[in-house]
């Protein structure tokens, strides 16, 4: 069994030349970056942290945007034998008040010693250098050792075990930045190999084009990891550019011959919808094999307006692809075959509502369509069970758990949190669905999480935010998602409880939650409802039940 | 036609993009900075901008340092007609 240093070593000597990462931004000519580039680059960042005192085995917190430092200083920590862990950007709308307090409930927990970002966010960063922090140091990109040939003989990654944690993965928001996702070499080394066979990558032919940001599982794993270990390139654009101009993606892929791509479900509506054609003039999308939808539920609806649109531009059918992922299992438990579309279970809704059963609709009765998310990996094992523990048969829903030979190895610090998800070896996911011919069908999630855009959003976070706004009631705010079909995703409503019955009164109270949670989250909300006395429905135990109001909002305000 | 188009725009953005019809928007009240218009929205105003007033807004202009009121937005619809 091999490391990641030992790969860059290898890709060093043997392919020096061939162009690892193309590095895109808006307005400016592309970088390419070769093998013997990257590992120089990286180099300089592993001789930093032996200068600024950095150990092996200890975190090092990468607040860099998407570009060359941010590539370099990841591979520079690993090939230090130090663990990086990438922490999204402070953005324009986000309170700095409240990225600080995220920062430090992470470092709390995470206990880093350096942080690595640029000179304009260096007084962010200096706020973690407090008496008694973990954080010794705060290297900024302008600080770095000169290039020099690396000696990988002198490299401590070079010495790392393959049971060793190689990276952190956290997911975003208060909650997820206190759990972070620790993986080893050998889970992500196994993952892979195997998700690598299922997608039949080949890094002579094969190019992934990606917009997805590095904090994000599905960008660092499927879009930076598996390229650049297995020496495939990557096209990778910033995430703020995408955003704003959709059609990059495909003019980059046309551009590059890109073969590959992994989009959340929104991805394929926003580029359907905002896409214009005088944008895609002689863009010719015929050498993209697989687009694999991935990272928030999967909708066959979503498919067939990306279709539609971009068959008249090269277009493959059986290009579009579904995978169900987590950082847990370091990525992908199930991938569908790319050599047909996923399969399209249709069932009877009611049954399955009522009775968790997915059964074939009967005559005159309204179906629903499941997308399969595809057959379990070849190293991964998947059960469907009831709250008891005990494995369903094939077409009845249950919870989802995951054993695997590429599992996490804790979440970081938090055996609390370790012990509750793993259960005897195997992980449980929260998420809900069933099994019918070796296909998975994902239906729910047992848990309350929200997925936006592809981004966990745990709701607890946005009421402790809501619970601020003066007026409203303490501890009685409930927030949730409902799926809206055009954008292909959920969005956040957030319900409040206020004194006031004035409506006027209660419009300002709304547009002040609008406005403290998405400064506060970078989180848009589209429905603020503020309420009476008394709305919001509670466990016996005081409790918020979550479904319990998102079901009566939907029947009161959204029908 | 400054006035006309921050109430067209104004228009647009309350129903459109934030669903709440009845919310009034000042024409220096923040759009992109204070998080009201999220970055995935931005890009159906850019669109509607061109439809409307037949000006190019480019996407690296989406950004609060070009624009981040209505007033800032009208003149610069204005500087381009």
């Known amino acids: 069994m091999t490391t990641f240093s030992n790969l860059l070593q290898n890709s060093f000597l043997e392919v020096p030349e061939k162009t690892s990462i193309i590095l895109q931004n808006a307005g400016q000519a592309d970088t390419p970056i070769t093998f013997r580039q990257l590992i120089l680059g990286a180099n300089r960042y592993a001789l930093t942290l032996v200068r600024e005192g950095i150990k092996p085995g200890e975190v090092v917190l990468l607040i860099l945007q998407h570009g060359e430092d941010l590539t370099f200083s990841f591979w520079g920590t690993v090939l230090h034998g130090a663990i990086p862990a990438i922490m999204p950007f402070l953005t324009e709308k986000l309170s700095p008040e409240k990225y600080r307090a995220d920062l430090a409930s992470l470092i709390s927990i995470t206990k880093p010693t350096a942080i690595i970002a640029s000179p304009e966010f260096e007084a962010e960063a200096r706020s973690a250098l407090i008496p008694g922090n973990p954080v010794r140091t705060v290297i900024l990109t302008n600080n770095i050792e000169p290039e020099s040939n690396p000696d990988f003989n002198s490299l401590n990654g070079m010495k790392a075990s393959p049971q060793d944690i190689v990276l952190l993965q956290h997911s975003s928001g208060t909650t997820g930045l206190q759990k972070g996702v620790a993986l080893s070499h050998h889970a992500v080394l196994n993952q892979l190999e195997t998700y690598s066979q299922a997608i039949q990558l080949d890094p002579e032919k094969d190019v992934v084009v990606s917009w997805l940001p590095l904090y994000h599982d599905m960008g660092l794993i499927a879009c930076f990891l598996l390229p650049v270990l297995m020496r495939v390139t990557l096209v990778e654009m910033s995430p703020f550019d995408w955003v704003r101009a959709p059609y990059r993606l495909l003019q980059s892929v046309s551009q590059y011959k890109g073969t590959l791509t992994w989009l959340p479900n929104f991805a394929f509506n926003f580029c359907a919808n905002k896409i214009r054609e005088r944008n895609l003039e002689d863009v010719d999308l015929s050498s993209w094999r697989a687009i694999i939808n991935c990272s928030e539920p999967v909708h066959a609806e979503s498919h067939q307006l990306f279709a539609q649109k971009f068959s008249a531009f090269g277009l493959r059918s059986h290009t579009l692809q579904t995978c169900y992922a987590m950082a847990e299992n370091v990525f992908g438990v199930a991938q569908s075959r790319l050599d047909q579309s996923p399969v399209v279970d249709e069932i009877d809704r009611e049954i399955f509502m009522t009775q968790r059963l997915a059964t074939p609709p009967t005559a005159g009765r309204p179906g629903m369509k499941m997308m399969s998310s595809g057959q379990s990996l070849a190293n991964t094992k998947i059960r469907i069970v009831d709250e008891n523990g005990n494995d369903l048969p094939e077409r009845v829903m249950g919870e989802i758990k995951v054993q695997s030979d590429c599992m996490l190895t804790e979440y970081y610090n938090r055996p609390d949190a370790t012990e509750a998800a793993i259960k005897n070896g195997w992980y449980l996911t929260g998420d809900y669905g069933y099994t019918a011919n070796g296909e998975l069908y994902v239906s729910g999630r047992k848990k309350d999480m929200i997925i936006v855009g592809g981004k966990n959003v745990y709701p607890q976070d946005l009421e402790a935010l809501a619970n601020e706004v003066p007026g409203v009631h303490a501890g009685r705010t409930v927030a949730f998602g409902i799926y809206d079909e055009e954008a292909g995703t959920e969005e956040v409503v957030i ?65 | 036609m400054t006035t006309e188009t921050i109430s067209t725009l104004a228009k647009f953005i309350a129903e459109k993009i934030l669903k709440q019809p009845n919310k009034v928007i000042t024409a220096d009240e923040a759009l992109i900075s204070s998080g009201l218009i999220d970055s995935f929205s931005l890009m159906d105003l850019a669109l509607f901008i061109e439809d409307t007033f037949n000006v190019r807004i480019e996407d690296t202009e989406l950004n609060a340092q070009t624009f981040d009121n209505l007033t800032q937005l009208a003149q610069l619809i204005a500087s381009r007609q």
Do not use: M, Y
């Open chain 1, 495 to 559: 319900i409040a409880e206020v004194d006031s019955e004035e409506p006027s009164e209660q419009e300002v109270i709304a547009d002040a939650i609008r406005k403290h949670v998405t400064k506060s989250s970078a989180i848009a909300l589209r429905h603020v409802k503020v309420v009476g006395e008394k709305w919001i429905v509670k466990t016996s135990s005081g409790k918020t039940a979550r479904s319990a109001n998102k079901e009566k909002f939907i029947r009161e305000f959204n029908s």
